[in-house]
């Protein structure tokens, strides 16, 4: 079955994407605690998300030569359409990779809140444009 792995991939990603959802949704008002467990799974959600990116730009988009760092595949991504908004995943990469080596919990509030109102949305267009391209393989 061709996208078997791009396929396999979606099946986490939706489920930590419901995880993170579900974290920030239980949360009204900021706990360090529940910070961190929303930092932990916001940050597991990024890693599935870019290698989804990988599998699609392989398996969908038939890129042969698709370099294993998570900078590179953003911007392929973004080159071939896969996301739209290139500069913002950019950002997550880096606030990402900020907030794994936050050890006090300084920036912890401002990190969930970027998590809840920039980088949620731009998780559910990836999503949106992954079930598109699963849709039309399964069509072929």
Same mark, same amino acid.
């Given at each position: 079955?061709?996208?078997?792995?791009?396929?396999?991939?979606?099946?986490?990603?939706?489920?930590?994407?419901?995880?993170?959802?579900?974290?920030? *949704?239980?949360?009204?008002?900021?706990?360090?605690?529940?910070?961190?467990?929303?930092?932990? *799974?916001?940050?597991?959600?990024?890693?599935?998300?870019?290698?989804?990116?990988?599998?699609?730009?392989?398996?969908?988009?038939?890129?042969?030569?698709?370099?294993?760092?998570?900078?590179?595949?953003?911007?392929?991504?973004?080159?071939?359409?896969?996301?739209?908004?290139?500069?913002?995943?950019?950002?997550?990469?880096?606030?990402?990779?900020?907030?794994?080596?936050?050890?006090?919990?300084?920036?912890?509030?401002?990190?969930?809140?970027?998590?809840?109102?920039?980088?949620?949305?731009?998780?559910?267009?990836?999503?949106? *444009?992954?079930?598109?391209?699963?849709?039309?393989?399964?069509?072929?």
């Amino acid at each position: 079955m061709p996208g078997l792995a791009l396929r396999d991939r979606f099946e986490s990603f939706l489920r930590l994407l419901a995880d993170t959802n579900e974290f920030i *949704a239980e949360m009204p008002a900021y706990r360090k605690r529940d910070g961190a467990a929303i930092i932990y *799974a916001f940050n597991s959600l990024f890693d599935i998300a870019w290698k989804l990116m990988k599998d699609s730009l392989t398996e969908f988009y038939g890129l042969a030569d698709v370099k294993p760092s998570p900078r590179d595949v953003i911007k392929q991504a973004g080159a071939v359409g896969l996301i739209a908004e290139q500069e913002r995943w950019l950002s997550m990469l880096k606030n990402r990779n900020l907030s794994t080596h936050d050890y006090m919990s300084v920036n912890q509030e401002h990190y969930c809140e970027l998590i809840k109102c920039e980088y949620l949305p731009l998780m559910d267009s990836l999503k949106a *444009a992954i079930a598109s391209q699963i849709a039309e393989m399964d069509a072929e």
